[in-house]
């Protein structure tokens, strides 16, 4: 059934003891759970917020609404890990409980400061006639969890932005503290604010201007900026809502988008010489991106395996959204490659050579070579009749294409049941993990990344490779996060 929209600001303490139960015994029915992958107990993920390293932990929270598949009151969750592939929620939740965030704490990011782990987020708030007042806030949370909000906004609306004015990301850089925050101008193009903390204190901000990065201002709200350093040459991130595809195409209903500079100039605000803008993920899922450099200097990002204003077969079971798997980000001749962390391969149990017909429990890695000039169709998630989700690998014609509409139930159709992108014609690996209702494949090592979801029916659990040539390893992955 679907969420009553008109409780989605309700408050927390209204919903019962029964309430949660059924909605979790809901939950528990879903035959599409991850394995290896974050996802909601309940409710609905979006984010990933606070991405960062503090006593002696990765940490890393996400957006939740905890009643039901529905963007409502958001929650932050925390979850920690000691090696960026096993994350366990630590029961830590940070409430919409103070009068600058009333109507949900909304996304942002962390960073160690002494000892404590300093919050900087977008607290939403509403009046009673409905108009919103976004607050930058901050709070510091303690090694125990313990967390405090600050009494006052650390930013407040400037007056160049309309009430969308969010997310923002600190960051380090030359020894100080920069932050910048998505937001809409007068003229409703999306836009990213850049601030500087005075006297290199946390808590106090000073607006440095807008950025300049090339900005073709055709969007209508940039959500998400993070700005993250790989061999010292800056990569934007974001998502602009709103793009023309003119500029450049995408088929989601968002796109989650990057350029990378030659260099960033603080003091101008600006990203020198930025690229042309590029799709992040070519695949039907990932949104907010979050990245930040961890402190042995690697760019790690994780997105978001959702979309806004998507509604997901997991809808019914009362929850929807999941994390990517954590990904190192690398420049290799002036291109970005995106892949998993290296401790990804701990997550392998049994392997044996790809066959041609393969039973799985679709929770797997695959690593594929698929040989210069083939013309290769491979479907995972296959039934006996091998419908399932169908990669076409064609060297020849220099394309790849993720087909899912013969896989188990449909959703997004307004979107299209199909992504592609272009490749050439090389000897091309495939990473692929398959966690039951996720896929992420990686074409030659992160050059170009496919996401989504899929919801597969009971039967569908094969893998076939119907066309051409492909040869490598399947592993069982361990299930235990
Ligand atoms: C992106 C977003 C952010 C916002 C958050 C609210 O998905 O809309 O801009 O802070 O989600 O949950």
């Not at 290896?36 to 939740?64: A, C, M, T, V």
């Not at 300049?212 to 934007?236: I, K, S, W």
């Not at 209702?437 to 996401?451: A, D, P």
């Not at 094969?462 to 361990?478: C, D, K, M, P, V």
Request: with cysteine.
């Amino acid at each position: 059934m679907a969420f009553d929209s008109s409780l989605r600001y309700r408050p927390y303490e209204d919903w019962n003891a029964e309430e949660i139960q059924q909605i979790e015994e809901n939950v528990a029915k879903s035959p599409w759970h991850s394995h290896f992958h974050i996802e909601p107990k309940r409710g609905l993920l979006n984010d990933p917020n606070g991405f960062s390293y503090f006593d002696g932990k990765w940490q890393l929270f996400y957006q939740w609404f905890p009643f039901g598949a529905a963007h409502g009151l958001k929650s932050w969750v925390h979850t920690t890990s000691e090696d960026l592939v096993r994350f366990e929620e630590t029961g830590i939740v940070l409430e919409p409980d103070h009068p600058l965030d009333t109507h949900g704490m909304y996304s942002g990011s962390a960073m160690q400061m002494d000892d404590q782990l300093f919050i900087f987020y977008t607290g939403n708030v509403r009046d009673k006639d409905w108009i919103r007042h976004p607050y930058q806030n901050g709070a510091l949370m303690d090694k125990d969890g313990k967390l405090v909000k600050f009494d006052l906004p650390l930013i407040t609306q400037p007056a160049d932005t309309t009430d969308h004015f969010r997310d923002p990301q600190i960051f380090l850089y030359d020894g100080q503290y920069y932050a910048i925050i998505g937001g809409q101008d007068l003229e409703n193009k999306g836009i990213i604010k850049l601030y500087k903390a005075v006297d290199n204190d946390y808590k106090n901000w000073e607006e440095v201007g807008d950025l300049a990065f090339g900005n073709d201002r055709t969007a209508y709200m940039m959500e998400c900026p993070n700005l993250v350093f790989v061999d010292n040459r800056p990569v934007l991130l974001y998502c602009p809502q709103g793009l023309d595809k003119t500029v450049l195409n995408y088929d989601n209903i968002y796109p989650n988008m990057y350029k990378i500079g030659q260099d960033f100039d603080p003091e101008k605000a600006e990203i020198l010489e930025p690229s042309a803008l590029q799709n992040l993920d070519y695949g039907f899922e990932c949104y907010a991106t979050q990245g930040f450099n961890a402190p042995d200097g690697r760019a790690l990002t994780v997105s978001w395996l959702g979309l806004p204003d998507v509604t997901y077969p997991t809808d019914d079971y009362d929850y929807q959204g999941a994390l990517s798997l954590v990904k190192e980000l690398r420049l290799q001749d002036g291109k970005l490659y995106q892949y998993p962390v290296d401790a990804i391969t701990s997550l392998r149990q049994d392997e044996k050579p790809f066959a041609a017909q393969m039973e799985t429990d679709n929770v797997y890695e695959l690593q594929l070579t698929i040989p210069k000039g083939s013309q290769t169709e491979l479907v995972l998630c296959a039934d006996a009749d091998g419908k399932g989700l169908k990669l076409s690998i064609d060297l020849q014609e220099g394309t790849f294409t993720v087909d899912r509409s013969q896989a188990g139930q449909q959703y997004a159709l307004d979107f299209g049941q199909t992504r592609s992108c272009f490749l050439d014609n090389q000897d091309t690996t495939l990473a692929i993990f398959m966690d039951k209702s996720i896929f992420e494949i990686f074409i030659n090592k992160g050059e170009k990344v496919f996401s989504g979801r899929v919801y597969p029916n009971d039967d569908q659990t094969g893998i076939r490779l119907t066309h051409g040539q492909a040869e490598g390893t399947f592993y069982t992955l361990n299930h235990g996060r």
